[in-house]
């Protein structure tokens, strides 16, 4: 069975500082793996996705995430943080041998201070 | 805009009602999923619907019963409700099923449930 685990429930970061949120997988087979961004009373939207090919996967608003596969992670960056960037973030591992069934992680909220 | 449509946005009850919350997913997708968020339990997948047929069960309490109709949108009922059944619910679809795709999912706006 699929697990992801997301280190750390709550990030806050400056205003144009890093953001790197972690984010740990365990898959018996080679996964595909997403992370999704939840702004204030909305749905999920996808971020980026990794599936096969190149492993820096680069996605909207600026965030990118590398696949390693010897460190089984897939975590998220942006170089400089902006404050629309204040949202809860989730990664996730799709199951290709159960009928591609994701699984979330916990999620990670992230503050943006000024 | 994701493609999914849930309705309705907001909804206040009270304990012991019963509600349906709806939901149409992209056009194309036959796979249909409902997940209840809160700020307690987090985000719980409740169960997945396949072109009409029941795929995965998660943690869906038996006061809770969906569907998935012929033309693919799918309804959650939620029965004898309590207190912590206030949650945002959440509809979302996919491609994949059937052996295909990645699992990618599109989620709706969510239906806001109050029971009072």
């Known amino acids: 069975a699929q697990s992801v685990t997301q280190l750390g429930s709550h990030v806050s970061v400056s205003e144009g500082a890093l953001v790197l949120l972690r984010c740990n997988y365990s898959?018996?087979?080679?996964?595909?793996l997403f992370w999704y961004v939840q702004y204030p009373n909305q749905g999920l939207q996808l971020l980026l996705k990794?599936?096969?090919?190149?492993?820096l996967v680069k996605g909207i608003n600026g965030f990118e995430a590398e696949f390693k596969k010897s460190e089984t992670s897939f975590h998220l960056t942006k170089p400089s943080a902006h404050m629309s960037d204040a949202a809860e973030y989730f990664c996730?591992?799709?199951?290709?041998?159960?009928?591609?069934?994701?699984?979330f992680g916990a999620g990670t909220t992230v503050t943006v201070r000024a | 805009d994701s493609g999914v449509t849930q309705t309705p946005k907001h909804l206040i009850t009270a304990t012991g009602q019963r509600v349906t919350l709806r939901c149409s997913p992209r056009?194309?997708?036959?796979?249909v999923y409902w997940y209840q968020q809160s700020l307690d339990q987090g985000l719980q997948f409740l169960i997945q619907?396949?072109?009409?047929?029941?795929?995965a069960k998660g943690n869906i309490l038996e006061r809770f019963s969906a569907q998935q109709f012929p033309d693919l949108h799918s309804e959650l009922n939620l029965s004898s409700l309590e207190l912590g059944d206030s949650a945002l619910y959440f509809c979302?679809?996919?491609?994949?099923?059937?052996?295909?795709?990645?699992?990618?999912?599109?989620f709706g706006e969510g239906s806001r449930l109050t029971v009072l």
């Open positions: 979302a679809s996919s491609s994949s099923g059937g052996g295909l795709g990645t699992g990618e999912l599109f």
């Open positions: 898959s018996s087979v080679p996964p595909y």
């Open positions: 990794y599936t096969t090919g190149a492993t």
């Open positions: 996730a591992v799709s199951d290709r041998s159960n009928d591609y069934k994701l699984s």
């Open positions: 056009s194309g997708d036959l796979s």
């Open positions: 619907y396949y072109n009409g047929e029941e795929r």
